[in-house]
C-alpha cells in the first residue's frame, strides 16, 4: 500500500493531477452503464439466439455476424473483420465412457467430454485396463505397468490456494500434456479429472497438446463425482476396466475472422488503444462467462465513450478475437497484421476470467508504466477494484512479444468460475447482470484513462 501511495504522489507532482479530475467522469460512466447498459442484453443474444461457437463451427461465424452488429450497433466508427485460418475439431456425437469391476455384474456411467483435439477411438470404442495415476511422478515410478491400459490421472486441484486460477495452473497440465505423457509408455487412452473443484458432476472439456514424438491416444475429462467413484473402485479391485467412445474428428482448417469495431483518435489517430475477449467458446455450454462476457463487456466499453459524447485522443479498438481455445490464432493475426503495417499499439485489456465481480487488475508493463497505471488506484476503489498484480490475456499476449505493448487484464472474483469453465452450466443464467456491468466500468474507466494520459 505504501508503494501505491508514493507512485501516485510522484505522479500528482509531475502531472498536477488531481482525483476529482477524472473521478465525476468515471461516475457518469458507472451510470450510464448500471442504468442504460447493454452488455447484459448483448450476452442473452449471443447465448441464447447464438450458443456454442467452437473455432469452424456455424455456430463460429453466426457470432461473427452477432459480433459486426453489435459493435456497430454501440456505435462504432468503423467496423470490418481481420481474416485468419483457425482449426476445425468436430465432437462427432455423444462421448461415451463406463467401468465394470472384475467379477462384478453390470457397467458403472461415467459422465465424460472428450478433450478439444482428441482422435477418436473407433465406432467400438476401447475397453481397457485402467490404472489410476495421481501425478506424474508417480506415472514415472509406475511407466512399466501403462502399457495397454487406459491411464486415469486423478490429480485434484489444490484447496489451499486462494486464487482459483493458481489451482487451475497446477492441475492443467494433466489435461494437455498427460495424453502424450501417457502414451510415452503404451497406454491406448487416457481420462482425466476434470479441472474443477466444484461439487457437482459435470464433467470439463478444454484442449490438449499432443507430442509428436508419440502416438495420439483419445482422452477424455470426467466429472469429479464420477471421478471419485472411479478412484475408490480402482483402489478396492485392481481388476478393473474401463470402456470409452469418441466420435471426434480434426477437419483441416478453416476461414475464421476476429471482428473489430473502432473509435478514431482526435490527436493521436496512429496510436492505438485494444480492449477485446475471445468469441470463439467450447461446444458444451452457452460460452457466457467464458468468454461471452468479456465481448459483451468490451463492446460497452465503446457503447459508453460514445453515449457520454467523449472523443478519445487515440484510437479505440474493441477485438473480438478468434480461436481462443485451441489456437489462439485470433490474437496472433491481430498482432502479426499491426506489425506488416506499423501500427503504434500503446495499451491492450483483455476480459477473459468471467463476468464476475471485478477485483482488480493483471499488469504486463515495465515499472515506471505500472506505477502510472496503478497510480489511478484511487479512482477504482469505489467501483470494488483495490487489486493490481500481474497479469494481462492469451489474445493481447502477441502485441506485448511483438512490440513490447502494456498489458492488463480484468480480474474478477474467481471462485466460482471453474465450476464452469468448459462446462454445459457455462449459460447465460449463470452470470449475475450486476456483476457483469461493474466489470464493463472499471474496463471503461482504465480505457478512458490511458487514452487520456497515455502511457
Known sequence: MRKLFTALALFIA??????QDDSLFIRKIADEILMNGKAY?????????????????????????????????????????????????IRGGKDEAWFAVDGKAGKVSLDVLSLGGSVATGKNGIQAPVILINSFDELEQRKNEVKGKIVFYNYKFNDKLLK?????????????????????????GVVVRSMSH???????????????????????AVGLQDADKLAAAIT??????????????????TVGHNVIGELRGTEFPDEYITVGGHLDSWDPGEGAHDDGAGCVQSIEVLRVLKALGYKPKRTIRVVLFANEENGTRGGLKYAAEAKEKGEKH????????????????????????????????????????????????ADIGPLNKT?????????????????????RNDVFEAVNKRELELGAVNMAALIYLVDKFGL
Request: proline letters at 6%.
Open 14 to 19: 509531475q502531472t498536477g493531477w488531481t482525483q
Open 198 to 220: 466444484a461439487t457437482d458432476n459435470n464433467p470439463h472439456t478444454g484442449g490438449l497438446h499432443y507430442d509428436s514424438a508419440y502416438a495420439k491416444i483419445p482422452a477424455l
Open 236 to 253: 478396492a479391485n485392481k481388476n478393473v476396466k474401463v470402456f470409452i467412445k469418441i466420435n471426434a474428428q480434426t477437419l483441416p482448417d
Open 41 to 89: 442484453e448483448d450476452l442473452r443474444v449471443l447465448t441464447k439466439q447464438v450458443g456454442g461457437r467452437l473455432s469452424g463451427s456455424s455456430g463460429m461465424y453466426k457470432a461473427e455476424a452477432w459480433g459486426q452488429k453489435a459493435l456497430q450497433q454501440a456505435g462504432a466508427d468503423k467496423v470490418w473483420l481481420q481474416q485468419c485460418m483457425v482449426p476445425h475439431w
Open 346 to 393: 500503446i495499451f491492450a485489456l483483455e476480459s477473459d476470467n468471467g463476468g464476475f465481480t471485478p477485483r482488480g487488475f493483471g499488469l504486463t508493463a515495465p515499472a515506471a508504466q505500472t506505477a502510472k497505471i496503478t497510480g489511478w488506484a484511487p479512482l477504482f476503489r469505489p467501483y470494488g477494484v483495490y487489486e493490481w498484480g500481474a497479469g494481462g490475456g
Open 164 to 188: 482459483t486460477f493458481s489451482a487451475y495452473s497446477d492441475a492443467v497440465k494433466y489435461r494437455g500434456q498427460g495424453p502424450s505423457s501417457a502414451a510415452k509408455y503404451g497406454a491406448v
Open 403 to 423: 512490440f513490447g505493448t502494456p498489458l492488463a487484464g480484468l480480474q474478477p472474483d474467481s471462485q466460482r468460475y471453474f465450476d464452469l469453465h468448459h462446462a
